[in-house]
């Protein structure tokens, strides 16, 4: 079993920046894919950003390219998600996960097993 924390949160104005982190703990094995997912209000959850647990692969979905980065901090057992150039309709809850599975990660919600409860973003015009 994983647990998923997110933090950093919060009410930014647009061009601003944000840190989100997800702590991971648990059962917890090299092979494992840790993701970012959002939800605006009204809309389906969509895939932002993964990385795989070792190795340097990284990836995005394209509405968040060369703005996010997402990272990892192995001995910390922490995932983050640098976002800079904030624009309003990247307001959203964002969560964590991971997906147990071996290979590329998924860009879909049913490709993860394991979900954090999700950290607000607002960011205002």
């Known amino acids: 079993q994983v647990q998923l924390v997110e933090s950093g949160g919060g009410l930014v104005q647009a061009g601003g920046s944000l840190r989100l982190s997800c702590v991971a703990s648990?059962?917890?094995?090299?092979?494992?894919?840790l993701g970012w997912f959002r939800q605006a209000p009204g809309k389906e959850r969509e895939f932002v950003a993964a990385i795989r647990w070792t190795g340097s692969s990284t990836f995005y979905a394209d509405s968040v390219k060369g703005r996010f980065t997402i990272s990892r901090d192995n001995a910390k057992s922490t995932v983050y998600l640098q976002m800079n150039n904030l624009k309003p309709e990247d307001t959203a809850v964002y969560y964590c996960?991971?997906?147990?599975?071996?290979?590329?990660?998924?860009?879909?919600?049913?490709?993860?097993?394991?979900w954090g409860q999700g950290t607000q973003v607002t960011v205002s015009s």
């Open positions: 648990g059962r917890f094995l090299s092979t494992y894919k």
């Open positions: 996960s991971a997906d147990r599975s071996s290979g590329l990660p998924s860009r879909l919600q049913s490709g993860y097993d394991y």
